[in-house]
């Protein structure tokens, strides 16, 4: 058989077409067909188009699958070989691809056709015992010529095995759509899947049309049609694999420090001690630079992490950690690889600080509700940080984050007194009582794990840029990053922490500003009270700034910039609360009066409520509120070791309410959620008398107040307002942070 050839006058089939090669030069062809149409074609292109063919000529042969061949049985691998040398005897004379030697008579294609070829070598065949037949040697050399060695292979030995075998293609059928329709339902048994399963043949083909294979052949075949699909296990795992992404997954690189930041949050397999002894669980919320593998921020809340917690993980990413009391001088960014010398020189606030990179993020990424929310990418957008969500429930995404968590869990978490394991199966019986850290002590030790575990700790994903075999520590990687992106140094004004904070749009009246149940007031409002801001994209209303860890106080911006106002009712609580605490006693108190007397009468009961739980008295319920109030104000309050003269660094004030807190807009629907406790429905009472003893004690707490000629607690105005507060703050600890004290650090 001649070989194909491409030349001037050759006839090939291409594109459809039965074409003439008029011109060749160089690497392109002029093809003209037989109606009078011509083309201009690159010969790679030519050849490498699947209806590409010259007539005349043997197709180029194609290369065995070895691989393939290789998984053969020995005696299929042999007999197919041997087919090959036969079927190469019956066309060239010669059983081998060297074309060496001298054919045999019978074989030779100078003295006999290809049919008396066949037949000599189908009665060769037979005569050795293959009983082949001229038919079977015409259809191997076909299969031969067109697949190669792997067309001579038996296709039984290579032929696929279904994984429901000979079932009956409609129950089968049935089986995967019941599945898939029971996909969203409640985890139920395969006695409830197999009735199911048989009502819908029935609907479909009628009763005794197609009848069920038996019980266990039943279960074997939902196992072959559901087993690594996500139909089959509990609710939550066919949920996570119908919404998870399909694969592949890219893999997330970062090449300079804040190129990407991944925030998540997770609960800390530790029990902390709130107050007053009472236990509960907290909840942990890092930033992870993706290309350091730096933990710039990591924070303790208890459980319910708020967009205010999400948002200051952004503003403690771009301010130093400053060393703590007690912590050894080996922690200092001085006595680190960090390039000490070089960066103090562009920034001064580095000296004498931990050794934790300092990083402004670029993009931040994750998929929670708290990070994705309006508010949380309003803070973004003000320190100018883009936000890339990821699909829901993608762990691939943020693999990184999810392995950082791990980690602290095993190596942080599970060292501790109160540690609690990832779910109740692994929690032991001496895990409540064990509980001895107080929240911020656990954020203290936390802050330093992350800098002597995390931050000086090789990790075998990190490689250094010039010497891709050694393994380096996240400090060592912002080390060698740094030098080549550089270092800006990101300072914040004392209107930047209070643009940071939640955002409400209301009217100024003439009682002053009224949210949440609370009314805030201010002689420098007076110029505009019922007055319509120049916003007419917010009908006119005023931009107001809140603290959810600190309701003493709200701030207008106002034409001539930033006024804070405070509750008209701030004397009367001397005990720190937070929104969802304010929220308890209002949702438990019965109003029975005005507007400002009901408001006067939650002040002193909320009052009551913290001095008689800081006791030790009242129910379970309200030691907890009381107990989660003071943790997050403990949480805010600067360390008191430090010099109280001093500036304060943002990082040095473990999750300050205020300094701390990110850039974010919560709209008018979300804000009602941050006067919401969505844990406290889950706290045992001892009985129902309980709860009505409670709300009788806090309307008699009220009514006491009233009686005592109380009325409404209104603050005073001017200057012996301010210093009203700045007293009261002292007493009972309200002025947690001075913005303007921490800007006068630039």
Not at 23 to 47: I, K, M, N, S
Not at 259 to 273: C, G, K, N, R
Not at 279 to 306: F, K, Y
């Amino acid at each position: 058989m001649t070989q194909a050839v491409v030349e001037v006058g050759a006839r090939l089939r291409y594109n459809g077409r039965v074409w003439t090669v008029a011109v060749l030069e160089g690497a392109r062809a002029t093809l003209v067909a037989d109606e009078g149409a011509a083309a201009v074609v690159l010969l790679p292109y030519l050849f490498s188009n699947p209806s590409f063919e010259v007539e005349g000529g043997s197709t180029p042969g194609r290369v065995p699958p070895f691989g393939l061949l290789e998984t053969l049985p020995a005696e299929v691998r042999e007999r197919a070989l041997a087919w090959q040398r036969h079927v190469r005897e019956v066309e060239t004379g010669l059983p081998n691809a060297a074309g060496q030697g001298v054919p045999r008579e019978q074989f030779d294609p100078a003295t006999r056709s290809l049919a008396q070829r066949e037949h000599a070598k189908a009665e060769e065949l037979t005569a050795a015992g293959w009983s082949a037949s001229v038919a079977t040697v015409r259809r191997m050399r076909a299969h031969y010529r067109s697949e190669g060695l792997w067309g001579l292979v038996d296709g039984r030995a290579v032929r696929e095995r279904s994984a429901v075998g000979r079932a009956d293609e409609r129950v089968v059928a049935a089986i995967r759509s019941v599945l898939e329709e029971q996909r969203e339902r409640s985890t139920g048994t395969l006695v409830r899947l197999r009735r199911r399963v048989g009502w819908l043949l029935e609907k479909e083909h009628g009763a005794g049309v197609v009848a069920l294979p038996p019980v266990s052949t039943f279960n074997r075949l939902v196992h072959a049609v559901a087993d690594g699909q996500g139909l089959l296990g509990a609710a939550a795992q066919r949920r996570w694999h119908a919404s998870r992404s399909a694969p592949p997954f890219t893999p997330t690189v970062a090449l300079r420090p804040g190129e990407l930041v991944m925030l998540d949050s997770t609960p800390l397999d530790v029990l902390a001690v709130l107050d007053d002894g009472v236990a509960g669980r907290v909840e942990l919320s890092i930033a992870l630079d993706v290309a350091t593998r730096s933990i710039c921020a990591a924070v303790l809340r208890p459980v319910g992490t708020r967009s205010v917690d999400a948002a200051m993980l952004l503003a403690q990413m771009v301010v130093p950690a400053a060393m703590r009391p007690g912590w050894d001088a080996a922690l200092s960014m001085q006595r680190s690889v960090i390039p000490y010398e070089r960066l103090v020189a562009l920034d001064a606030r580095l000296e004498g600080v931990a050794a934790r990179p300092v990083i402004m993020p670029e993009t931040v990424v994750d998929q929670g509700r708290v990070y994705v929310s309006a508010s949380f990418v309003s803070a973004c957008e003000s320190l100018g940080v883009s936000v890339q969500p990821v699909p829901p429930a993608n762990g691939p995404a943020k693999g990184n984050v999810e392995r950082t968590f791990r980690v602290i869990a095993d190596g942080f978490s599970q060292y501790l007194p109160g540690h609690t394991g990832s779910d109740v199966s692994q929690r032991g019986t001496a895990a409540q009582g064990d509980a001895c850290w107080s929240l911020a002590q656990l954020q203290e030790l936390l802050d330093e794990w992350v800098i002597c575990g995390w931050q000086e700790r090789r990790h075998e994903a990190l490689r250094h840029p010039m010497m891709p075999q050694v393994a380096v520590s996240p400090n060592e990687m912002w080390a060698a990053l740094v030098a080549v992106a550089g270092y800006v140094p990101v300072p914040l004004s004392a209107d930047d922490y209070v643009e940071l904070l939640p955002v409400r749009w209301q009217v100024i009246n003439d009682y002053g500003i009224r949210f949440g149940y609370r009314t805030y007031d201010h002689p420098g409002l007076n110029l505009h009270r019922r007055r319509r801001s120049a916003r007419a994209d917010k009908n006119g209303r005023w931009e107001v700034h809140h603290n959810p860890y600190d309701p003493n106080r709200v701030w207008v911006r106002l034409p001539e910039g930033w006024l804070e106002v405070p509750w008209v009712h701030a004397e009367a609580v001397r005990r720190p609360f937070t929104a969802f605490t304010f929220d308890h006693v209002r949702r438990t108190l019965e109003r029975r009066a005005s507007r400002e007397e009901h408001e006067a009468a939650i002040a002193r009961a909320l009052d009551a409520l913290l001095r008689r739980a800081s006791q030790g008295l009242g129910s379970k319920r309200e030691r907890t509120v009381a107990a989660r109030a003071h943790a997050a104000a403990q949480m805010t309050d600067p360390s008191p070791a430090m010099d109280p003269h001093q500036p304060v660094l943002l990082s040095s004030v473990p999750g300050a309410s205020f300094g701390l807190s990110g850039s974010f807009t919560v709209p008018s629907d979300e804000a009602e959620a941050w006067n919401i406790d969505d844990d406290l429905d889950g706290i045992e009472e001892g009985s129902p008398e309980d709860l009505a003893e409670e709300d009788y004690l806090l309307a008699g707490l009220a009514g006491e107040h009233a009686a005592a000629g109380h009325g409404d607690l209104a603050a005073p105005s001017g200057p012996s307002a301010d210093t009203a507060r700045d007293e009261a703050a002292g007493a009972g600890g309200m002025r947690i942070y001075d913005p303007c004290q921490e800007a006068q650090a630039w």
